[in-house]
């Protein structure tokens, strides 16, 4: 069995098909999850971008030791391709994010091959003077709002768009073909094609910077949402998505596309119609995903491929537009639009395909995943479970809660039924954040604060939650804190 790993930088799991969305064309990614097993409950353990790569590839938790956060890998630390060295596993890194290739964090190293995409994000590709890019001005591109000159960011965001400018310039990203996604799974294709009929087995993890901002999505998927009616992406009362009547009156194909924006509050960075607008330039993105991925597919099958090859695709990490006042990762606030992540398992052949698990599964699966695929044992210092048995019936869970963190600022405990957010170092400029409980699955989004209507399961909530974290630090999850009778309470 070889295996393919494709994952997905910020991708909500609200914009896809197979968790719900009725609006956004995702046909490719729906054929996988009918094809696939889907899972309903999966998410990181520590996030953002780099501390959920080596979730993956380590298989342990670290969200509590800001030595294991955005943090290069460290050289005796065994990761995945190390893993596979000797077993006869040749493996591929094939990648346009550009924070994996930053100098000195070591996200590149032990795979057989690896290649890089350039020109992603704020990825320094073209030097600044490089005559192939021409006079670069932001105020000639009117999908970029910097913020005032006297913000103490002013001077990072004008660095990072000018470089984004100078990028799209010279790569012409403007043009579908040459679109970071687009070129990746080429390279992917091609990779694919060189293998052959070799006999040993293969492991390509493909890491897809998009739908990650800068939005620069191009024609027609930067508008062909635009239009769209209702906009089924609104909270309501309980958090689920419902039609929203505030925007019936506007327009927002007359509403500015926003590249990209800073981090912030809504009302700050973009006002309403500009985030009703962004979420549409975002959705696009993840159409133009899905068509790639498309063409990723059809070559597997082509090849056939999809008959000895194990695909697992998911995300690290969802995406904040503005369920709670803030458009993305402005603070380590850890509600479900960032940390319920899309996780597709598809066997080969399509085997056991079509079903859905409710098991609770997080990033640190992936690896003893992908090891029980290999038909190789479980790695002694790996904290997670090999999800194939789920699949194949022969258990219904690996764990009875998710615990997960976020810069060690935040931490929170997800159940079934219960999301406890716990801010653990609060910013001295912010006021001091209380614990917060929601109830689900009602509570899709987390719009309602239920904490003072059950005391007594939110502190044991938080006590398992501080126990999981201390053991943790430990380095030892042998006697894991049990979360007493938890099940047993029902929101009402």
Same mark, same amino acid.
């Given at each position: 069995?070889?295996?393919?790993?494709?994952?997905?930088n910020?991708?909500? $799991?609200?914009?896809?098909?197979?968790?719900?969305?009725?609006?956004?064309?995702?046909?490719?990614?729906?054929?996988?999850?009918?094809?696939?097993?889907?899972?309903?409950h999966?998410?990181?353990?520590?996030?953002?971008?780099?501390p959920?790569?080596?979730?993956w590839?380590t298989?342990?938790?670290?969200f509590?030791?800001?030595?294991?956060?955005?943090?290069?890998?460290?050289?005796?630390?065994?990761?995945?391709?190390?893993?596979?060295?000797?077993?006869?596993?040749?493996?591929?890194?094939?990648?346009?994010?550009p924070?994996?290739?930053d100098?000195?964090?070591?996200?590149?190293?032990?795979?057989?091959?690896?290649?890089?995409?350039?020109?992603?994000?704020?990825?320094?590709?073209?030097?600044?003077?490089?005559?192939?890019?021409?006079?670069?001005?932001?105020?000639?591109?009117?999908?970029?709002?910097?913020?005032?000159?006297?913000?103490?960011?002013?001077?990072?965001?004008?660095?990072?768009?000018?470089?984004?400018?100078?990028?799209?310039?010279?790569?012409?990203t403007?043009?579908?073909?040459?679109?970071?996604v687009?070129?990746?799974?080429?390279?992917a294709?091609?990779?694919?094609?060189?293998?052959?009929?070799?006999?040993?087995?293969?492991?390509?993890w493909?890491?897809l910077?998009?739908?990650?901002g800068p939005?620069?999505?191009?024609?027609?998927?930067?508008?062909?949402?635009?239009?769209?009616?209702p906009?089924?992406?609104?909270?309501?009362?309980?958090?689920?998505?419902?039609?929203?009547?505030?925007?019936?009156?506007?327009?927002?194909?007359?509403?500015r596309?926003?590249i990209?924006?800073?981090?912030?509050?809504?009302?700050?960075?973009?006002?309403?119609a500009?985030?009703?607008?962004?979420?549409?330039?975002?959705a696009?993105?993840?159409?133009?995903?899905?068509?790639?991925?498309?063409?990723?597919?059809?070559?597997?099958r082509?090849?056939?491929?999809?008959?000895?090859?194990l695909?697992?695709?998911?995300?690290?990490?969802?995406?904040?537009?503005?369920?709670?006042?803030?458009?993305?990762?402005?603070?380590?606030?850890?509600?479900?639009?960032?940390?319920?992540?899309?996780?597709?398992?598809?066997?080969?052949?399509?085997?056991?395909?079509?079903?859905?698990?409710?098991?609770?599964?997080?990033?640190?699966?992936?690896?003893?995943t992908?090891?029980?695929?290999?038909?190789?044992?479980p790695?002694?210092?790996?904290?997670?479970?090999?999800?194939l048995?789920?699949?194949?019936?022969?258990?219904?869970?690996?764990?009875?809660?998710?615990?997960?963190?976020?810069?060690?600022e935040?931490?929170?405990?997800?159940?079934?039924?219960?999301?406890m957010?716990?801010?653990?170092?609060?910013?001295?400029?912010?006021?001091?954040?209380?614990?917060?409980?929601?109830?689900?699955p009602?509570d899709?989004?987390?719009?309602?604060?239920?904490?003072?209507?059950?005391?007594?399961?939110?502190?044991?909530?938080?006590?398992?939650?501080?126990?999981?974290?201390?053991?943790v630090?430990?380095?030892?999850?042998?006697? $894991?804190?049990?979360l007493?009778?938890?099940?047993?309470?029902?929101?009402?």
């Amino acid at each position: 069995m070889n295996v393919i790993v494709v994952v997905c930088n910020s991708l909500h $799991l609200g914009f896809l098909g197979a968790y719900g969305n009725g609006w956004i064309e995702t046909p490719h990614l729906d054929r996988l999850a009918a094809e696939g097993v889907v899972f309903d409950h999966h998410f990181p353990e520590n996030l953002t971008t780099l501390p959920t790569r080596r979730s993956w590839w380590t298989g342990r938790y670290g969200f509590p030791d800001p030595e294991q956060g955005w943090t290069p890998l460290q050289p005796d630390e065994a990761i995945l391709p190390d893993l596979l060295w000797n077993q006869g596993v040749r493996t591929a890194l094939i990648s346009d994010v550009p924070l994996l290739r930053d100098v000195g964090q070591g996200y590149g190293r032990g795979f057989d091959e690896v290649r890089w995409i350039r020109g992603q994000g704020y990825d320094p590709l073209v030097p600044p003077g490089d005559p192939r890019a021409g006079k670069i001005r932001i105020s000639d591109e009117p999908g970029l709002r910097l913020p005032p000159k006297d913000d103490p960011d002013y001077d990072l965001w004008k660095g990072r768009w000018e470089q984004f400018l100078r990028n799209r310039a010279v790569l012409q990203t403007d043009r579908e073909e040459n679109t970071g996604v687009a070129r990746t799974v080429r390279s992917a294709i091609d990779w694919l094609e060189t293998q052959g009929t070799k006999p040993d087995p293969f492991l390509l993890w493909l890491d897809l910077f998009s739908p990650h901002g800068p939005w620069d999505t191009p024609e027609p998927y930067r508008d062909q949402y635009a239009a769209a009616e209702p906009d089924e992406f609104e909270a309501g009362e309980e958090g689920d998505l419902v039609e929203d009547d505030s925007d019936e009156e506007l327009d927002l194909e007359e509403v500015r596309a926003l590249i990209d924006v800073p981090a912030g509050a809504v009302g700050d960075v973009l006002d309403e119609a500009e985030l009703l607008r962004l979420r549409r330039t975002y959705a696009g993105t993840v159409t133009l995903v899905d068509r790639w991925l498309g063409e990723l597919f059809d070559a597997l099958r082509r090849q056939g491929r999809m008959d000895d090859t194990l695909i697992i695709f998911t995300s690290d990490q969802g995406e904040p537009l503005g369920e709670h006042g803030l458009v993305r990762r402005f603070r380590p606030w850890l509600y479900e639009e960032l940390i319920h992540t899309p996780l597709i398992i598809r066997m080969p052949g399509g085997k056991f395909g079509g079903g859905r698990h409710k098991a609770l599964v997080q990033t640190v699966d992936l690896l003893p995943t992908i090891l029980g695929a290999l038909g190789l044992p479980p790695s002694e210092q790996v904290h997670g479970h090999d999800l194939l048995p789920l699949i194949r019936g022969e258990q219904t869970k690996v764990r009875d809660y998710a615990c997960m963190g976020m810069d060690v600022e935040e931490f929170a405990i997800r159940t079934h039924i219960w999301h406890m957010i716990v801010p653990i170092e609060t910013d001295p400029d912010d006021p001091p954040r209380p614990p917060e409980l929601y109830r689900k699955p009602e509570d899709r989004w987390d719009q309602n604060n239920v904490i003072d209507r059950y005391p007594e399961i939110a502190d044991h909530l938080e006590l398992t939650l501080r126990r999981f974290a201390e053991a943790v630090g430990r380095g030892s999850l042998d006697a $894991l804190p049990h979360l007493r009778e938890i099940a047993r309470f029902s929101p009402d």
